[in-house]
């Protein structure tokens, strides 16, 4: 039973993180704004990068961006503490608890999008924000989605009737 509520226990802590951080940009946005609108604008991409014309010009669109990543970062969390709640709620017995996993998957699911797809995919090969020395968004979203492909790893793992 220790596993169990370890696994839930974890999915909770990760939606709360991932809370604060999602609150954190709504109430203090100059904290992270500048470093999507850096990447979005490549701006600091290599000097004569024929890759530019993938930039976003429009301060508009950048602040839409901003503002789906943290809707993203809200769901994110919102999927992953109810997911933790469920799963403690059938923490005394392995199969419920196995068959209740979806909700808090679907967050960290969710939060593969966000970190892998958003971050390293488009910020950091589309945006090209890897030849940016100070907006580069590779390290942030490989090592968020490292921690994620761990939770999920653990969190999806089958319980049985007796840990071990």
Known sequence: MITRVTKSAVLGVYGLVVLLAAVDNIVDPGS????VAHVLAMDTVFEG??????????????QI??????????????LCIAGAARLLRRVRVPASFNRAKGLGLLGLA????????GFYALGGEWFVSWQS????????????????????????????EVDA
């Open 49 to 62: 990068s024929t890759l530019k014309w993938r930039a976003i010009e429009s301060e508009t669109a950048r």
């Open 110 to 117: 969710l939060s593969l999008g966000l970190w892998f797809f």
């Open 32 to 35: 992270n704004f500048p470093f």
């Open 65 to 78: 961006a901003y503002g789906l990543i943290i809707a993203t970062e809200l769901a994110i969390a919102l």
């Open 133 to 160: 020395e100070r907006w580069s968004s590779t390290e942030p979203g490989m090592r968020l989605t490292v921690l994620v492909l761990l939770l999920w790893l653990f969190v999806s793992a089958p319980d049985r």
